[in-house]
């Protein structure tokens, strides 16, 4: 048993900072997701290195290439004395270096082989990254993964352009984690036991201390009662109303002998907190979608978690929750005595355990009704889902397929950018363009001193067949024209790095189920340090 307790010790030392960020079941999932990249190029090392340090499960390498000179000159994780060894195992035994929790595995074939002689092969993964493949090679492992549910990471360094694409048809998000998400306190429409809580406080009648160290939320409850009353029901709305319930709170401030008003911080912090403690007890029109959503409908034996989850909180909000939402259950720090915040915390946890049950009690029959065992949803998940059911996403991806026929390209969304000729989705068209020189000429533009001058018009017509063939009657610059033959094709380790840490993060979201991924194309600008998402 010590040494159990020791190694969780060291585990929790280990990773504290992202415990923190996503927690134990965050973490769990992370190490037990496998993670496939094709190619071990710098920027694919890159991702790799930023998902074996925070503790991924195990990740297996694609790659048929040998490490060469140019290898060498721009991946960390080859060596001078790999050169001419198989480019995934050196990158593999250098990548395990970094995490002994980590399992690594390489695989000395080219992506095309497996996708002609085993293309299950990719159907095993947690998820697949594609680094640096032509595009006719990517397409098809896009319709592989596409049809087996694996989500794909495109990701791209060229010259200073970096380049990233999500593909996977439907990712759903418990926890989001929004910036500056409100309280869930219920204050316009109090649940019975908070009501009866509130009304066991008496402010008029309390000891001095006691009325200092009232929780603000109580506080402003109790003058929230005595404006409705004076208001027809109705809660401080606009501005003007809610100056006039600051000041209407202002004035419940004790005053000393002199007439001047004490110390009080909590009726401080009620005041501070009125825009925001305020806000009506409502669902977002993102999580009503969802509770609408066909896949909440209906429900099948293999209907995933979640959207037996939604389904189960939308008949809550039907019954129990008349019209609302599970209630959370927290409440934020203030100034009160230990044993009033604690009595108040109680009241919302009870409720929100309350709630927690109701939604178990819906989602054992959905169970019931489809012939799943009870314990395939367990409790700790409905408790989370609930906790987190305001904040509820799902991202929806178009395929790569769509993208790229020229009878379901994203016409209005590239015209709409190019309207600046210096969009960031200039560079997504050259990207293009350079796949199609490839096509073309087996290489891509610019990769010797030589070729450039005679491969600017080259690419030039390449870039006015990609637009002619889509229908897009926008026009590129002959400065990027030039510039991306200039390029060479190389992947300059500063852009591999950045294009590394951006897609670890993507990586990471999609395989906790955290925090929201883009949808769906990221592209970087490493000339004028900007980037832009687009969805195409």
């Known amino acids: 048993m010590a040494s159990v307790d020791k190694g969780k010790t060291t585990k929790e030392q280990k990773y504290d900072r992202q415990l923190r960020l996503w927690g134990d079941h965050g973490q769990d999932a992370l190490e037990n997701a496998h993670v496939c990249l094709i190619n071990a190029s710098a920027t694919g090392t890159e991702i790799l290195k930023n998902l074996v340090l925070p503790g991924i499960g195990a990740f297996t390498i694609v790659d048929g290439h040998k490490v060469s000179g140019d290898d060498v000159g721009n991946n960390f994780f080859l060596t001078k004395s790999s050169i001419g060894r198989n480019r995934a195992q050196v990158a593999t035994e250098l990548l395990q270096e970094l995490n002994n929790d980590v399992s690594g595995n390489f695989v000395e074939e080219s992506p095309e082989q497996l996708l002609d002689n085993d293309p299950d092969f990719f159907h095993r993964f947690s998820l697949v990254i594609a680094v640096h493949l032509p595009e006719s090679t990517l397409l098809r492992l896009a319709a592989f993964v596409w049809g087996a549910g694996v989500p794909l990471l495109v990701c791209r360094t060229y010259g200073l352009i970096g380049y990233m694409r999500l593909v996977v048809k439907e990712h759903t998000v418990v926890e989001s984690h929004p910036d500056n998400a409100l309280e869930d306190l219920r204050l316009d429409h109090p649940f019975p036991e908070l009501k009866k809580h509130i009304q066991s406080y008496d402010l008029e009648n309390m000891e001095k201390r006691d009325h200092s160290h009232t929780p603000w939320i109580i506080v402003m409850a109790k003058y929230l009662e005595k404006w409705r009353s004076e208001h027809n029901r109705q809660m401080p709305k606009n501005y003007k109303e809610k100056e006039a319930f600051r ?207 005679e491969d600017i018009g080259k690419l030039k017509s390449c870039v006015n067949s990609l637009l002619q063939e889509n229908g897009l009657a926008v026009n590129v610059k002959d400065d990027y024209i030039h510039e991306f033959c200039r390029y060479g094709a190389v992947e300059p380790h500063t852009v591999a790095s950045f294009v590394g840490g951006s897609a670890a993060q993507e990586a990471i979201k999609i395989i906790t189920h955290q925090f929201v991924p883009f949808n769906n194309t990221f592209i970087y600008n490493a000339m004028a340090q900007t980037s832009a998402t687009f969805q195409l």
């Open 247 to 453: 000041e209407l709170i202002r004035q419940g401030i004790r005053k000393n002998e002199n007439g001047v008003p004490e110390d009080e911080e909590n009726f401080d912090e009620a005041i501070k907190n009125v825009n925001t403690a305020l806000n009506p007890t409502k669902i977002s029109s993102g999580v009503e979608a969802l509770l609408q959503d066909e896949n909440s409908k209906n429900i099948k034996a293999q209907t995933p978690s979640f959207w037996l989850l939604v389904r189960a909180v939308k008949e809550f909000v039907e019954k129990e929750g008349q019209g609302s939402l599970p209630v959370r259950g927290t409440i934020p720090d203030m100034i009160a005595d230990s044993d009033k915040f604690v009595k108040l915390q109680n009241v919302y946890r009870e409720k929100a355990k309350e709630d927690a049950a109701a939604v178990a009690n819906h989602i054992s029959a959905l169970l019931q009704s489809v012939g799943r065992l009870p314990e395939s949803v367990s409790e700790q998940e409905i408790r989370l889902f609930c906790k987190s059911s305001a904040f509820l996403r799902v991202v929806r991806c178009r395929s790569l397929a769509e993208e790229y026929s020229t009878e379901t390209i994203n016409k209005d969304e590239i015209s709409s950018c190019m309207d600046n000729p210096d969009s960031e989705m200039v560079l997504y068209l050259m990207l293009r363009a350079v796949d199609k020189f490839y096509q073309q000429h087996g290489r891509y533009p610019g990769v010797y001193d030589y070729q450039v001058e």
